[in-house]
């Protein structure tokens, strides 16, 4: 097996940060609250998704990334994944800024895609993006405290999941699933507090278009996650006993053609 060439892995990680906010950010914007009425009954309906429904939206967003393309890039999708999976000395630092440049691209071409279905109804796009904040702009009206220290526990246990259901001993096939299940738990504390962030480039992608205050706290949803996915990655080995370092999380390929080529020309096996 090879590691594939970095254009095809950066560009993975922006198409699969790109579904991630369409699909997660557009439930949460267009489903997560629909009222309609019958023909029959002139009384409100609400056929929205909720919370819950964001929340399996954004778990299966990743999960089918991961399944169907994340073999390419390691299907990090996340800025906080690709800095703690380096911390945990499981992917390169030199590569940890093109991982996250591409992640952001995705994730910003998404949200200009949600802005745009949603001018296109009229609607007011300020304020109505599923931005993350806290204090006026938390859903419960959550200091900036309790942010934090939120968004930086499910990161680090989001991380915890990554690192461990990725090792060689792991169930082979079931790492896509554990990752969205992840995702799907850390979600389902986090929608009330903060709009769920786990991810700076989800933030990023929506805080422009949204403005009302979300660009002013967006600082807060790169510290947290990073701060978290740094104590997992620098932790992982410690707890579990299990140095996985010679595991990278980067991607792999049988095909020679779409391999990395060292110095001299070869295609550079997967490690």
């Not at 309609?36 to 939206?57: E, M, N, R």
């Not at 998404?110 to 949603?118: E, H, P, S, W």
């Not at 554990?178 to 933030?203: E, K, T, Y």
Request: aromatic share 10%.
């Amino acid at each position: 097996m090879y590691t594939p060439k970095l254009t095809s892995r950066l560009a993975v990680e922006a198409l699969g940060s790109f579904w991630l906010v369409f699909i997660g950010c557009g439930s949460a914007i267009f489903g997560a609250k629909f009222v309609t009425q019958s023909l029959s009954d002139p009384a409100p309906v609400q056929l929205g998704i909720g919370h819950l429904g964001v929340a399996i939206a954004f778990g299966l967003a990743v999960t089918t990334m991961a399944y169907g393309i994340g073999h390419v890039s390691g299907a990090h999708f996340n800025p906080a994944v690709t800095i703690g999976v380096a911390a945990a000395k499981r992917f390169p630092w030199k590569d940890v800024p093109l991982y996250v440049v591409a992640q952001l691209v995705g994730g910003l071409l998404a949200g200009g895609a949600l802005a745009g279905v949603l001018s296109s109804t009229g609607l007011p796009v300020t304020g109505n993006l599923a931005a993350n904040g806290f204090g006026e702009h938390s859903p419960g009206g959550f200091a900036l405290g309790a942010v934090l220290l939120v968004e930086a526990l499910v990161t680090a246990f989001f991380v915890y999941i990554v690192l461990g259901v990725t090792k060689a001993d792991a169930p082979v096939g079931f790492a896509p699933l554990a990752i969205g299940f992840g995702l799907l738990l850390a979600h389902l504390i986090a929608i009330p507090v903060s709009n769920a962030s786990v991810n700076p480039a989800r933030s990023t992608a929506v805080a422009f278009f949204n403005g009302e205050g979300a660009p002013g706290q967006l600082w807060a949803f790169w510290v947290a996650p990073v701060v978290g996915a740094l104590i997992a990655g620098s932790t992982f080995s410690f707890i579990t006993g299990e140095d996985k370092a010679e595991l990278d999380i980067d991607g792999t390929t049988s095909d020679a053609g779409n391999a990395e080529l060292d110095a001299e020309g070869r295609p550079v096996l997967d490690s």
